[in-house]
Nanobody, 125 residues
Framework: QVQLVESGGGLVQAGGSLRLSCAAS?????????MGWFRQAPGKEREFVAA????????YYADSVQGRFTISRDNAKNTVYLQMNSLKPEDTAVYYC?????????????????WGQGTQVTVSS
């Protein structure tokens, strides 16, 4: 059984930073799988934020967060992180982590096999 638990969300002023964590209880070798972060704002569709390959060698970002967000992983801790800097009000959303058991490092939500429950990030202006 796979379980993903996000944490680290909260309320921050524009220009501030937050670091999200996603702890995976995957029952298999976490390091074999690609991980992604997505977000969903009220009234909008879920959108891709960032992805990281199984050993962390490759990362991929949405244009809207490139240069401000950094995805990383610690396979010894079965955890993936999203460091978010220079936050903007438009970054306000529920942030979800997801695992792709095929290791494809994709921006497409349907590729991912399991999802966390989400953590709220609110950026005030």
């Amino acid at each position: 059984q796979v379980q993903l638990v996000e944490s680290g969300g909260g309320l921050v002023q524009a220009g501030g930073s937050l670091r999200l964590s996603c702890a995976a209880s995957i029952g298999r070798t976490f390091s074999r799988y690609a991980m992604g972060w997505f977000r969903q704002a009220p009234g909008k569709e879920r959108e891709f934020v960032a992805a990281i390959s199984w050993m962390g060698a490759n990362t991929y970002y949405a244009d809207s967060v490139q240069g401000r967000f950094t995805i990383s992983r610690d396979n010894a801790k079965n955890t993936v992180y999203l460091q978010m800097n220079s936050l903007k009000p438009e970054d306000t959303a529920v942030y979800y982590c997801a695992v792709d058991l095929e290791g494809r490092t994709s921006a497409t939500a349907s590729v991912y096999d399991y999802w966390g429950q989400g953590t709220q990030v609110t950026v005030s202006s």
